[in-house]
């Protein structure tokens, strides 16, 4: 194709490449996200649990439940990023 035209132009002559392009990208992202927000989940939990006994030698009942319930949200907010996947097909 031609270096002088625009990206715009090459969509519209080859629609179903860059749409399968965008998807890819698209896709990518989403994955990242999902991980991150997976991991992230995954150490909040965690420290949780962990940093009460740490600093105040805490029994389990003083496990702080916001914690925990920020470390549950964190992965099914990672699933809901992947429901916006596109078909790359």
Not at 2 to 10: I, K, M, P, V
Not at 43 to 71: E, K, M, T
Request: with cysteine; aromatic share 6%.
């Amino acid at each position: 194709m031609d270096a002088r035209l625009s990206r715009r132009r090459q969509r519209i002559i080859t629609d179903e490449a860059f749409r399968k392009l965008d998807a890819k990208k698209l896709n990518e992202h989403l994955k990242l996200i999902g991980s991150f927000c997976n991991t992230l989940g995954a150490a909040v939990l965690g420290a949780a649990f962990i940093v009460p006994y740490i600093c105040n030698h805490a029994s389990p009942d003083q496990v702080d439940l916001r914690w925990v319930l920020a470390g549950l949200a964190l992965p099914c907010a990672g699933h809901v990023a992947l429901r916006f996947m596109k078909s790359e097909g």
